[in-house]
C-alpha cells in the first residue's frame, strides 16, 4: 500500500517560513492536498488536491510537489498556525485514500 | 451554509454494533460523493470508507473491510456508517467528510466519538 511519510513536528519563529515535507514514491505524479487540524477540532482543508486555497485560507499558504516529496509552505508564520498538518493522495492502485502520519507545527 | 453533522457514537462493548449517521445541508448531498476518516486518540487520521453520490462504488480500508458498511440515503441527506463486530482498535473519533471536486476532503464533520471497550 501506498505510504506518506512527515516528520513528526516542525518549529518555527514567528514572522519566520514553515516548511512541512511529505514524501512518497512518485507523489510528483499525484494531487496532494493538505489539512489542518487545531486542538480538538476537526481538519479543514487548507490547500486542495487542484493546488489552490478554500475561501478563508490565507494566501500565506502555498504547496508545491515534485519527484518524491510535496511541501506545505506556510509564509509570515502567526500563532494561530499552531496545529497539526496532513497531507493525503489518491492511491489508484488500491481505490484508498492515505493521509501521512501529520507534522505538529509549533511556532516558537 | 454547508454543514456537516455526525452523530451516533458512544460506548461500545468489544463485538459489538454501532450505527453512525452524518447529517448534510447547505449543498446538494446528491452530487457528492462522501467518506468516513476516524482519529484514535493521540492519533493522526486514518481514511476509513467512500461512497460515490448514488452508491454505485463503495471502497474501505483495509482495517475496517468486512466489518463495517458505508451507505447513504440521499433523499435525507444522509450518510451512514455501520460499524459491526468492534474491536478496542476502532475507538476513535469518526468524521464524515465531503469529496471535493478533485481528490481531497473539503468539507468536515465535528466528529464523533466511538469508544469500544468493555
Redesign the interface.
Given at each position: 500500500?501506498y505510504v506518506l511519510t512527515q516528520p513528526s513536528s516542525v518549529s518555527v519563529a514567528p514572522g519566520q517560513t514553515a516548511t512541512i515535507t511529505c514524501g512518497g514514491n512518485k507523489i510528483g505524479s499525484k494531487?496532494v492536498?493538505w489539512?489542518r487540524?487545531r486542538p480538538g477540532?476537526?481538519?479543514?482543508?487548507v490547500v486542495?488536491?487542484?493546488g489552490d486555497r478554500?475561501s478563508g485560507i490565507p494566501e500565506r499558504f502555498s504547496a508545491s510537489n515534485s519527484e518524491n516529496t510535496a511541501t506545505l509552505t506556510i509564509s509570515r508564520v502567526e500563532a494561530g498556525d499552531e496545529a497539526?498538518y496532513?497531507c493525503?493522495?489518491?492511491d489508484s492502485s488500491s481505490?484508498?485514500?492515505?493521509?501521512?502520519?501529520?507534522t505538529k507545527l509549533t511556532v516558537l | 451554509e454547508v454543514e456537516l453533522v455526525e452523530a451516533g457514537g458512544g460506548l461500545v462493548q468489544p463485538g459489538g454494533s454501532l450505527r453512525l449517521s452524518c447529517a448534510a445541508s447547505g449543498f446538494t448531498f446528491s452530487s457528492h460523493s462522501m467518506n468516513w476518516v476516524r482519529q484514535a486518540p493521540g492519533k493522526g487520521l486514518e481514511w476509513v470508507s467512500y461512497i460515490s453520490s448514488h452508491s454505485h462504488s463503495t471502497h474501505y480500508a483495509d482495517s475496517v473491510e468486512g466489518r463495517f458498511t458505508i451507505s447513504r440515503d440521499n433523499a435525507k441527506n444522509s450518510l451512514y456508517l455501520q460499524l459491526d463486530n468492534l474491536r478496542a482498535e476502532d475507538t476513535a473519533v469518526y468524521y464524515c467528510a465531503r469529496k471535493g471536486i478533485g481528490q481531497d476532503f473539503d468539507i468536515w464533520g465535528q466528529g464523533t466519538l466511538v469508544t469500544v471497550s468493555s
Open positions: 500500500s494531487s492536498p489539512y487540524q477540532l476537526a481538519p479543514v482543508l486542495s488536491a487542484d478554500p497539526d496532513y493525503q493522495v489518491w481505490d484508498h485514500w492515505v493521509f501521512g502520519g501529520g | -
